[in-house]
């Protein structure tokens, strides 16, 4: 299982202000000091965090891999396909969502025709790419058929319910996690995922590689981030094992 540090809430305080401080490169080195398998940053076409200079030194001094989160805008896939990242997550955007609030529409013709051609050229650039979708079969139908090589399933919906609704929703994004793989997709996820909920999507067999940001940024404010990340990093170790014992487990975090 891969961890993908999200780091666009540093660039958030960041902008706060306007200033130069938090520094999303410097965190960057220290998320890859705490076990980070990777680095991701969304760039918005408003330009509400993640800034262009942000990405072009992440892409000069981060030493494990850059998963670029952007819209089929073509400025912004214009700059992804000259900067080379070895990743590319193409994902929907909404002016007014203060985060993002579901997979992209794949059943929108229009959409769907923008999203062929953002994959096209961002595989001939020879970066590797990833749709951020639903998990649900016909999104992973339609990924494939478009051309993504991996898929990041939205895992909102899991980290928003409780009790047996929250089952539900883990049971759904495992079956589409392995009918995902089937297909030939390598399959990530992510969003809302935090400390107290990640386990048991990390110990999904099919699921690769994991997206977290908000919840890290969060508790790297009383433990600092480099710990903050290898906090989480362990139990994304340990997950295998709280399914395979759980009367037995004990989270070294109390959680």
């Not at 070895?86 to 993002?100: F, I």
């Not at 399959?187 to 809302?192: D, E, L, M, P």
């Not at 990640?198 to 997206?211: G, Y």
């Not at 009383?222 to 014992?245: I, K, N």
């Amino acid at each position: 299982m891969r961890l993908y540090v999200n780091i666009d809430h540093i660039a958030t305080v960041r902008q706060a202000r306007r200033t130069d401080e938090p520094d999303p490169v410097r965190a960057a080195v220290l998320a890859e000091l705490g076990g980070a398998h990777g680095i991701t940053v969304h760039l918005r076409e408003d330009r509400r965090h993640i800034q262009d200079r942000d990405v072009r030194l992440l892409m000069e001094t981060v030493r494990t891999g850059v998963n670029l989160e952007l819209a089929a805008s073509s400025e912004i896939l214009e700059m992804a396909c000259d900067l080379k990242p070895l990743q590319a997550t193409l994902v929907p955007e909404n002016r007014q969502e203060v985060t993002t609030e579901g997979g992209l529409d794949l059943a929108n013709q229009g959409h769907a025709r923008a999203l062929a051609v953002a994959l096209d050229r961002l595989k001939e650039a020879g970066v590797r790419t990833s749709l951020f979708i639903d998990p649900d079969i016909q999104s992973l139908e339609r990924s494939l058929e478009l051309g993504a090589e991996a898929v990041e399933l939205h895992t909102g919906e899991y980290a928003n319910r409780r009790g047996d609704e929250k089952g539900r929703e883990l049971a759904r994004l495992a079956e589409m996690a392995r009918a995902g793989r089937a297909m030939g997709l390598a399959v990530h996820a992510g969003h809302g995922l935090t400390y107290e909920n990640v386990m048991p999507v990390a110990a999904v067999t099919h699921i690769e590689e994991l997206n977290i940001g908000h919840s890290i940024i969060s508790r790297s404010v009383f433990v600092g981030l480099e710990a903050a990340v290898r906090e989480m990093s362990d139990l994304l170790r340990l997950a295998p094992q709280m399914v395979a014992e759980p009367g037995r487990w004990i989270s070294p975090l109390g959680f």
